[in-house]
């Protein structure tokens, strides 16, 4: 018989459409039979581990979807990414110095706790203790628990403090402006009333212990001075006196206006409650307070550094460790430049305000801080207008219109804060 050409076909096809099924080999009709049991048994097995696959897969799915009760319930991709860029944003706000150091740390930061109303004065001194190194529970008590909503009052609160002192001093268009607002609405000794300087006998307070009695603010910062000055005082006294301080000077409305005016340049677009944790940093977490206020030595005590605050060195030479040299420069009732033996230490200049107060002085600091951590440079001198209308030295000074110049320089290293002190301009000097 001869193949036609159609059975070829149909075989051909055949073989192709059903390449799965099992034909003996040429060994003989039994080991083809065996070949195709084998070849069914293991499809067989294939197919229940796919079946075992698919149910650990399911299981799985549902035990990872049982969260830790602490972790906050976010799945959805697009809401992390949300929140993550929310907390760079909020991080970005403030300088590398002052940012926290770790992912701990920012998340900590960016905590807001909402309670009902406290008292601000019983939960102040508990609620912003210093972390030591290591504890996680030390480093959340920094976190100041504020009222549900606060955040809101605050943005209010800082507009309306600023509409109050547009109100009443006019446009504020920089930090030349906010530098006379911060002079005026501070609180400054009277000279002959509260104390007398002369080139011949130096600085003269004439004001005792009833004075700092009636003044918060000076009494918690002649109390920390003190404590510097005392070897055998605890680090832990020095902290609660530094907390003491900043809950003083935070109920000050000069420190409230100078936070207000760097949130509004978002300089440090912080909360009111969340500036004492900047200032804690510029100020107690570096050696910016004991080097412009309280003094130090260098070169193994071959110099003298610092010591730029009157009331510092009132009450170094009331103990007998300071010797008044002589006056270098002065601005008659603002500031002066003279020369002086600290411990037997000599200083050459050393300048400083006269009669200012402790809040003056730390918020002008800071905001002038604020003003140079942008730049380069390490230091950044910054002229300054005054009204004299207030303390009596506009008729002691050159200028025709009752202001008086000064200069002030502000020295950072790293965007942290090194030192800050006045410096008399000179003769002449063109203040643009």
């Known amino acids: 018989m001869g193949n036609c050409k159609s059975c070829v076909k149909s075989r051909t096809s055949d073989d192709v459409e059903r390449p799965s099924e099992s034909r003996p080999s040429v060994r003989g009709h039994g080991e083809g039979q065996r070949s195709s049991k084998t070849s069914l048994r293991v499809r067989g097995q294939g197919a229940e581990d796919q079946r075992t696959s698919r149910a650990s897969l399911r299981s799985t799915s549902k035990s990872s979807e049982i969260r830790d009760p602490a972790e906050p319930n976010v799945t959805d991709r697009s809401t992390r990414r949300a929140t993550s860029s929310a907390s760079t944003k909020r991080r970005s706000l403030l300088p590398a110095s002052l940012q926290p150091s770790n992912v701990e740390d920012a ?54 403090v600023m509409e109050q002192v547009t109100q009443k001093y006019g446009t504020i268009r920089n930090w030349k402006d906010m530098c006379q607002v911060l002079w005026k609405e501070s609180h400054h ?21 009833r004075f700092f009695s009636s003044h918060p603010t000076y009494s918690a910062f002649r109390n920390l001075l003190m404590l510097y000055g005392d070897d055998d005082a605890t680090g832990n006294a020095r902290q609660t006196a530094a907390e003491r301080l900043l809950d003083e000077v935070l109920r000050t409305k000069v420190m409230r206006i100078c936070w207000a005016f760097l949130r509004q340049n978002r300089q440090c677009a912080v909360e009111w409650n969340d500036f004492r944790n900047v200032l804690e940093r510029i100020w107690f977490h570096s050696s910016a307070f004991r080097h412009i206020f309280v003094g130090d030595y260098e070169d193994g005590y071959g110099k003298v550094a610092g010591l730029h605050n009157w009331l510092q060195y009132h009450l170094e030479r009331q103990k007998g460790a300071i010797n008044y040299l002589g006056c270098i420069k002065q601005i008659p009732e603002l500031m002066v430049v003279i020369k002086y033996q600290w411990n037997g230490v000599t200083k050459d200049c050393g300048s400083m305000f006269i009669g200012t107060s402790p809040e003056f002085e730390l918020a002008l600091y800071t905001m002038l801080y604020f003003q140079s951590i942008g730049d380069r440079r390490e230091e950044n001198v910054f002229a300054c207008r005054f009204d004299g209308s207030q303390s009596g030295f506009a008729s002691s000074s050159s200028s025709s219109q009752g202001t008086v110049k000064v200069k002030v320089v502000i020295r950072i290293y790293d965007q942290t804060l090194k030192t800050a002190y006045p410096m008399k301009p000179r003769t002449n000097e063109n203040f643009a």
Request: aromatic fraction near 6%; include cysteine; hydrophobic fraction near 25%.
């Open 107 to 160: 998340a900590q930061t960016a905590r807001v706790v909402d309670v009902p109303d406290l008292d601000p004065r019983s939960s102040s001194r508990s609620s912003h203790k210093r972390p030591s190194s290591g504890s996680a529970q030390n480093k959340a008590s920094v976190i100041h628990v504020r009222p549900a909503g606060d955040e809101a009052r605050d943005d209010d609160d800082g507009k309306q």
């Open 189 to 209: 000794l009277t000279h002959y009333t509260d104390y007398e300087f002369s080139r011949k006998y130096g600085l003269r307070c004439k004001f005792g212990d």
